[in-house]
């Protein structure tokens, strides 16, 4: 076929042979075209001119590959599911129709084929696509000129297709502390960086060896295993990178060797990623492979998150409750709602295993939700049973805070269980308060005027700013266990007594977390904390031993 510059292309995939010669007739003189008569034939002519391609019409019905199997093939890749597809049917089949859109198509048209009708949703569908963006937004890295993640991911695919006798290796490298180094050298400065890796990465270039941008500061790359050292090998004298003022960007790589050609790219990637973080923080140390303890840990964290959802549906979380003691007198005077999980296969999770998960994922935000309307109607229960009702804080994530109806949903509990909103407080991180600012107290403002209190958890953590206390609307100042755990540090101790004071000046209340020893409780107590929580005093208890220090009303 004479492909004629300027013009866009189309690819038609049609096993009838006078419809397929109809619709070429139709665009032949508006449109370069492509033919094929089944789904594979299709598919090889896609892999092929896939840059030229504006839209693809497409038959369902076919030999060989019908159109479900292309849709799902091209629906899979991240690079070709960007191509927009006209199926073109003679059903009026609405399960037909429904599947085809499930598996990606963008559009219909009915046979026999009218041509002003044809002509008019082609053109549509590719004006909308090209004022969105083009194919070569989502090839190609606007920044370094490198492949994208989803161009690398479809390239790496259809290279494994063609050679699948060969063993291939996939890397991914990091410059360390990439965000402080744009912070201290700015922008230019950072991506002439990410250009001086680049240009490590095609020194390293083999015959069947791709790479392309994965994140901001990350490339990927993917090699016969005969050369799967190539980006490290052919740099090893250079695994610094050169900053001015004498500085130097250290690169780390995680790499994952005799990869599957039957498993998604993608997550080869993440096992790669998985060995990338076992050396990131590590000196001296430049790359870790993937292992056979990285699998189990990877399949079970994978188990655990096809599992989450039908564990919520089933109840299998339980809200424990870590009581808040005076620390004056030792009286109960509030607890923290805290979720566990009995899953199962792995019998009881510890936090530390499934809340990561659960923060990476989105889901923290549903758990988090559970875990306060399981309380309110606690607190429900309780005050039926005439015990004396506590403060209870729940964890409420920053995607919950975010969202529009985030006040309804989240006061709504309260109104159906007509508990006092005195009685129930949010937790918030300092992280929290990393953008989106304003929006985030204006937020916190409105359910303090609704009577909730507002907790800062985990109080010396991460990067703290004594603007935030004037800032955000807070009440109670929570400090982390590692301002406990070092007490015995006079230095550190001096420090946490001036934030008590600071505090209280304020006008917000302190609670020490973590508290453990006699030694601990007698420091924090003579700093003036106002409450404690820890094992203390008490370990988390589920529902129905918290209920036990519940005295009733009048006792």
């Known amino acids: 076929m004479a492909i004629e510059a300027g013009r866009r292309s189309i690819l038609i995939v049609e096993d009838n042979e006078l419809n397929r010669e109809m619709l070429c007739a139709m665009m032949e003189d508006r449109y370069n075209v492509y033919q094929a008569e089944n789904g594979k034939e299709g598919l090889e002519v896609l892999q092929e001119h896939y840059q030229d391609i504006s839209i693809i019409v497409l038959d369902v019905q076919m030999p060989v590959m019908n159109g479900y199997e292309f849709l799902r093939i091209v629906k899979d890749d991240e690079l070709l599911r960007e191509i927009p597809v006209i199926v073109a049917t003679a059903s009026s089949d609405m399960e037909e129709e429904e599947r085809c859109l499930e598996l990606g198509a963008t559009d219909f048209v009915t046979k026999p084929y009218k041509r002003n009708i044809v002509l008019k949703r082609i053109s549509n569908i590719i004006r909308l696509r090209e004022s969105a963006s083009t194919l070569r937004d989502v090839e190609y890295d606007d920044v370094t000129g490198v492949f994208t993640r989803q161009a690398f991911f479809h390239h790496a695919e259809k290279v494994l297709h063609d050679n ?277 107290a204006e937020v916190l403002r409105e359910c303090q005027l609704r009577g909730v209190k507002i907790e800062l958890d985990d109080f010396g953590t991460g990067y703290s700013s004594l603007s935030m206390f004037q800032l955000m609307p807070l009440d109670i100042i929570k400090f982390d266990m590692s301002f406990v755990k070092g007490l015995d540090n006079p230095k550190q101790a001096r420090v946490m007594a001036a934030c008590v004071r600071l505090v209280h000046n304020l006008g917000m209340e302190a609670i020490a977390e973590g508290v453990e020893t006699s030694f601990q409780y007698e420091k924090v107590k003579k700093m003036g904390i106002d409450a404690i929580q820890g094992y203390y005093y008490s370990r988390p208890l589920p529902r129905e031993e918290f209920e036990k220090m519940l005295k009733p009303v009048g006792n």
Not at 253 to 263: M, P, S, Y
Not at 318 to 323: K, L
Not at 409 to 434: C, G, I, Q
């Open 164 to 440: 699948p006798d060969t063993d291939f290796t996939i890397a991914i490298s990091d410059i360390k502390d990439f965000r402080l180094v744009r912070e201290r050298y700015g922008t230019k400065i950072a991506n002439e960086l990410l250009m001086q890796n680049v240009a490590l990465l095609r020194k390293a270039q083999t015959e069947n060896y791709i790479f392309g941008r994965y994140d901001d500061n990350q490339f990927v790359g993917i090699a016969p295993s005969s050369d799967r050292y190539a980006m490290i090998r052919k740099t090893r004298k250079i695994l610094t990178l050169p900053l001015p003022e004498e500085g130097v960007a250290i690169l780390k790589f995680g790499i994952k060797r005799c990869i599957d050609h039957n498993v998604p790219v993608k997550e080869h990637c993440r096992h790669a990623l998985m060995a990338l973080d076992t050396v990131k923080h590590v000196y001296g140390s430049h790359y870790a492979l993937f292992d056979d303890d990285m699998q189990k840990f990877y399949d079970r964290r994978i188990s655990i998150e096809r599992s989450m959802e039908k564990a919520l549906e089933r109840e299998e979380f339980q809200i424990y409750y870590q009581p808040k003691h005076d620390s004056r007198t030792g009286e109960l005077i509030g607890a923290e709602a805290l979720v566990r999980w009995t899953h199962p296969e792995f019998g009881f999770l510890s936090p530390v295993e499934f809340i990561p998960v659960f923060e990476q994922t989105g889901f923290i935000s549903e758990v988090d939700f559970y875990a306060w309307k399981r309380t309110c109607q606690n607190q429900r229960r309780w005050q039926d049973m005439g015990l004396r009702i506590v403060p209870i804080s729940v964890n409420c994530s920053r995607s919950e805070l975010l969202q529009r109806d985030f006040m309804h949903k989240w006061f709504k509990p309260l109104k159906d269980t007509a508990v006092t909103s005195r009685y129930m407080h949010l937790e918030v991180t300092e992280s929290l308060f990393t953008d989106q600012f304003e929006r985030l």
